[in-house]
């Protein structure tokens, strides 16, 4: 038995941001990504991490006509009592032909770079970062966009296993749905108040602001954990904590998050369990330098709790290889 450290990344660009950020006050955090994702991945190359890069479908069109192309049919599409929510006119309307055009938008060449790293995974984060719980869509729209995001994966030679669903709304019925998708594992949330599934309505400031806390201090109990619950043939591998980028104007925080995070790895290293630590790229965005010096700072405490205990570094398929012994290919 050894402690396993896994780790996935909401790989989204602007599709995971659009309804509450714009070009103007955040796409310098967009095009950071395309500094961001080449360090983070020397920097798993350097120490075998493996990682599960949960990819919005819509990143893999080389053009605009080929977003539309994959797409759901119109009747198909999400349909949100809050418009903005919906990708698809913004497609029609607003986003450039292209990667080279529109850097915003397009990150095909970002995953190929990934594909190209040993012991990377493209998971999926649907086609359109599509919000399970937000009202007017159905569970149709949903199985629709999910087909369409496993497509034009399945398009470029990716098999799709893993999922991991926007802004962490999901519910038995979406759930069941991926797996009858042939999706393997999917990343659960945490056991706790503070971590349960909420739309955004629901995600209020308080929440928000626990979460923060928990952050730094223990509000709730150590996230690594031991059972792997199984639902009509999908795992479940929960979340354990969200890697909260740095902040000038609360430069102490890092440092007190990565001594949390610490704590945790080496609970789960001692007692065999699972710790999953997850981020956006885009939160890598914008002060680079501190946020990838943080990041080493974990790894080398991973280094360390390998040499010591024995502890793993899994992405989400190699977890789904073991629950199913093996049996994904």
Known sequence: MSGYFIISLDFELMWGVRDHRNINNYGNNILGVRKVIPKILD????????????????????????????????????KYKKIILSPYKAIEQEI??????????FGKSLIDRIIET??????????????????GQSIEEFDADLKSAISIASNTGKKIYS??????????????????????????NPDSFLYKARSVTENNGIIR?????DGILPLINNLDYEKKDKRNDIIDVKASRFLRPYNSRISDYSRLHIARIAK???????????????????NYGNNIEQNIYYLNEIIKIYQQLSDEYGMESYNMKDMADRCYNNNTQ
């Open 264 to 282: 945790e790895m080496m609970c789960a290293a001692i007692r065999n369990r699972i710790y999953h630590l997850w981020w956006h790229p885009h």
């Open 163 to 188: 999922i991991v669903f926007p802004r962490n709304q999901m519910s038995t019925q979406y759930i069941d749905i991926a797996a009858l998708n042939n999706i393997k594992i999917y990343r659960g």
């Open 209 to 213: 602001c626990l979460r923060l806390v």
């Open 96 to 105: 450039g032909k292209n990667e080279k055009e529109d850097p915003y938008h």
């Open 118 to 135: 040993e012991g990377q995974e493209i998971g999926t984060h649907t086609y359109s970062h599509y919000y399970c719980l937000e009202s």
């Open 43 to 78: 920097l798993f190359i350097r120490y075998n991490i493996h990682a599960t890069w949960a990819t919005v479908g819509l990143l893999f069109a080389k053009t605009r006509d080929e977003m539309l192309d994959f797409a759901p049919s119109l009747e198909l599409r999400p």
